[in-house]
């Protein structure tokens, strides 16, 4: 069986024409992933109510027409974020077992609109990684390749639209984690300006640049899902009161007279020739439409890694303290006394990498090196926050890299957290900043491995990022992944 | 203590604040509920939360610093502040560090005879944690929530107070000032109002501090007074022996009276303190501000001005009515009752005020301080003590007796008028009464009659005392004593 729909647009007209029921929607992304998803790993947890809701929604949808393009749609989530009724395990031994008592608040905007979780989504621990292949609850694999890694932390969520396991999926993006696996897994991925989007309900990582975002098949998706999910919630005080429907209107007309920096620091020593020739492809593309481009200086953005590494884990460190086994979560039973349940806990419950990033972001806080370090650090991000600013009184958007290479292999980089860091080299910057930016599918690289161009744009400009997508997204057509999937009616692809 | 030493004293006083929810979730913020029965994902620090701020918990921030004279700091930062301890869910308190919503302004407190300045170092936000409890539990122990997250004001003075009289003091006018504007009940009890002190000794006339020694866990005024007065000495002991105190933390046990060590200022933990990503910085509205001011009630020290004026009584009595605010609602009520009475009897009501402030300075405030509040009410409610005062300034009942059917009144939980009238108390003033008592008198008693007015002066009160017996003893001996005189000269 071939898909009954690919976007939100062609879902809602086969739902409204009753071309197909929401339970056939369902059912099929269920075979799929039942099919598929063993060789790749994407859910953690696939939603054992997704088909009881899906009838409940079919039944409503008899006697009250759907108000909502969402009405009835598969959504898969990280599992970072909670979801009633389903575990929150941050893909974590330290919260195997953990059941949240309430929705995230995009979950719960999303669940209002009529959507159907298909299920928790396969991470990073904590969204501490770049390969997905920190989680302490398995592999998910590259569909282009399975030897290769999917990015990360949100590896499950961009396998998933990329695989066919969900038409679309919501991820988190402290320092690239949505941007870098879409561009690993050919799709797209967008990162919110810091505010657009309610973080209550996100287990949070680095609390001042984590946003949560979509991943999808085309801009127009990743438009409706941004803008379903946004706004203040009276819930998280950082989001800030802007009106979503200003990203619908920017995100109509062409990229005619915009004008594009490329910030030569970003496409120096370090990128892949073969990223590189095919990000020229797509600066020719935007050309022929009618962009400017302009080379821009961003200096201080060399730094990104060295300040990103030194305020996400100083923020990880806080955040990560009320795992300690008192309450709720892993709770080693070896301890005699506080102290050793403490210890024990957080010994057995974090994984290498969580530990490390831990050990990191309490050293920068420490009496007598803060100002040396996390001090430091906030100064160098406002230097990359003003370079911005500046470049964009002379350039609508910024065009990037969003990895230096291809994905990678697993095991090419778990020993080398350096070599791992860096490659978020390039995305980390919009985090700094608070921008909000994008990884879209460029031109895969003669192998065949999907390679993401990246926009960045000045704060609520996502209507205008989006915009410039769909422009590339025309030209270079989404790509599907060659996966076989085992159903009850026998072999299709 | 030793003469020669002079203590220095600066106190932390965390204040619990009256808001309904609690500072960053909505929760109530309540006393006494079972346990973990007011808690929710945010105040248990779950996964995925973010603090919500209070605005209610703010306005009282400003309405306390509008009281002291602080400087009230229309952008202040929340920080986190990291240690582990079961009863800090998220392993850290949001708490402001850098950049303190109050600093700046102070009280004044009675020292010996005269008064000095308290200045206030800084007043902050933050939230409360949970509580461990341990007793009557086995091999365990249990952490209970409810309080985890209701909002604090942590108020820092400086290290001005010299005495430990003038600690309680402090506190006893803070307190007052916390309840007045409406920002904390001030309960030691119930762990509302809760004292911490920094203490050092140096020696007299020096402006160098000595080593101080935190003490925690006094949870009284009496206390605080005796922990201050402990540690002092042992301080001054140590000096004495050419010793070094040492930088340390330490506990008041109230069952000894002593404090003893908790922890060294070297084991100190590193809170790694930074600013709170999860709230933007509160700024506040000046206009806010300036609304806050005009609704501030009357302050204990403009009410210590006014009542000193108004009954014309010391500021230190009229402090001890403030210090109690029920004791001076008693006595503006009572005052009010006066009026009527002496409207009725045709006297000024001025010529009662004066009585009346000093029955309630003495009697009253005695009975207070033994029984508490219960005796402003009831058989003695306000209106009571004014009928009481009344009879004595209309001379139908002395002072004493007016004393006496108090103290009555007090143990049989009767109404003046009711003992007064059961005892036939009331005194006679009346000049025709007295008049035929006293020529009884001065007709069965030639013989000391005929002394007195040969000289023999000390048989007038032998004379008073028999006009008294023949009166059973409600003559107003102020009158007898004149009209005996005038009849004696005759």
Known sequence: ?493 | MSAEYEMVVGLEVHSQLLTRTKLFCRCENRFGAPPNALTCPVCLGHPGVLPLLNEEAVRLGIRLGLAMGCSIHQRSVFDRKHYFYPDLPKGYQISQFTYPLLTGGGLTVRSGEGTREIRIHRIHLEEDAGKNMHAGIRDASHVDLNRSGVPLLEIVSEPDIRTPEEAVDYLKKLRQILRATGVSDGNMEEGSFRCDANVSLRPGGSSVFGTKVEIKNMNSFRFVHKALLFECERQAQLLDRGERVVSETRLFDSSTGRTLPMRSKEEALDYRYFPEPDLPPVVLDPKWIEEERSRLPELPHERVARLSGEFGIREEDAEVLVLEEDLSRYLEEAREALHEYAGKGGWPVEQGTPRLVNFLLSEVLREWNRKGPAILTGSLAAREISYLVALVVEERLSLNQAKDVYAVCIESLRTPREVVAEKNLSQESGEDALGRWIDDVVRENPGEVQSYREGKERLFGFLVGQVMKKSGGKANPQKVNRLLKEALSR
């Open chain 1, 1 to 493: 069986m071939s898909a009954p729909f690919t976007t939100l647009e062609s879902f809602r007209k086969g739902r409204d024409e009753r071309a197909f029921s929401i339970e056939d929607a369902v059912r099929y992304y269920l075979d799929r992933i039942e099919g598929i998803d063993r060789a790749l790993g994407a859910y953690l947890t696939v939603n054992p109510n997704a088909l009881n809701r899906a009838r409940q929604l079919d039944n409503r949808l008899a006697r009250n027409p759907a108000n909502s393009p969402f009405y009835g749609y598969p959504v898969a989530i990280k599992d970072n974020m909670n979801v009633l009724g389903l575990p929150t395990t941050c893909a974590s031994r330290m919260l195997a077992n953990f059941r949240p008592i309430e929705n995230a608040t995009v979950v719960e905007r999303l669940l209002k609109a009529g959507a159907v979780i298909l299920g928790k989504t396969n991470m990073d621990e904590f969204a501490m990684g770049s390969s997905t292949e920190n989680s302490s609850m398995g592999v998910t694999r590259n569909p282009w390749d399975t030897g290769r890694v999917p990015g990360g932390s949100s590896g499950g969520s961009a396998v998933s639209v990329a695989a066919g396991l969900a038409p679309l999926s919501l991820g988190s993006d402290t320092g690239g984690s949505i941007r870098q696996p879409a561009a690993f897994c050919g799709v797209l991925g967008l990162k919110p300006t810091y505010g657009r989007v309610s973080r209550y309900g996100l287990v949070a990582f680095s609390s001042s640049l984590d946003q949560i975002g979509p991943f999808s098949r085309c801009a127009e998706d990743a438009l409706e899902l941004t803008v379903l999910v946004s706004g203040p919630d009276g819930r998280d005080m950082t989001v800030r009161d802007r009106d979503p429907q200003e990203m619908v209107r920017e995100f109509e007309g062409s990229v005619r007279g915009m004008t594009i920096g490329i910030p030569e620091e970003f496409f120096g020593d370090g990128l892949d020739p073969e990223v590189a020739a095919s990000l020229e492809r797509a600066r020719e593309v935007w050309s022929a439409e009618g962009a400017v481009f302009r080379p821009i200086r961003l200096p201080s953005a060399s730094f990104g890694v060295n300040v990103y590494y030194l305020i996400a884990t100083s923020e990880a460190a806080s955040n990560l303290s009320r795992y300690d086994g008192i309450r709720y979560g892993y709770r080693s039973l070896s301890s005699g006394n506080l102290k050793d349940l403490y210890q024990n806990s957080r010994r057995e419950g974090f994984g290498p990498e969580v530990k490390r990033r831990i050990l990191l972001g309490t050293f920068a806080l420490s009496a007598g090196y803060q100002d040396q370090y996390y001090r430091k650090a906030q100064q160098v991000q406002s230097l990359i926050r003003e370079e911005f600013d500046r470049a964009f009184h002379e350039v609508d958007l910024v065009f990037a890299p969003t990895t230096p290479t291809p994905p990678f292999r697993f095991g090419e980089k778990l020993d080398d957290p350096l070599a791992m860091y860096l490659s978020d080299i390039y995305t980390i910057s919009a985090n700094l900043a608070g921008l909000p930016a994008l990884s879209t599918p460029s031109w895969p690289t003669p192998s065949g491995l999907p390679v993401g161009a990246q926009l960045i744009g000045p704060a609520w400009s996502e209507g205008r990022l989006l915009r410039a997508a769909r422009v590339l997204e025309e030209a270079v057509g989404f790509r599907t992944p060659p996966v076989s999937v085992q159903t009850a009616g026998g072999k299709v692809s």
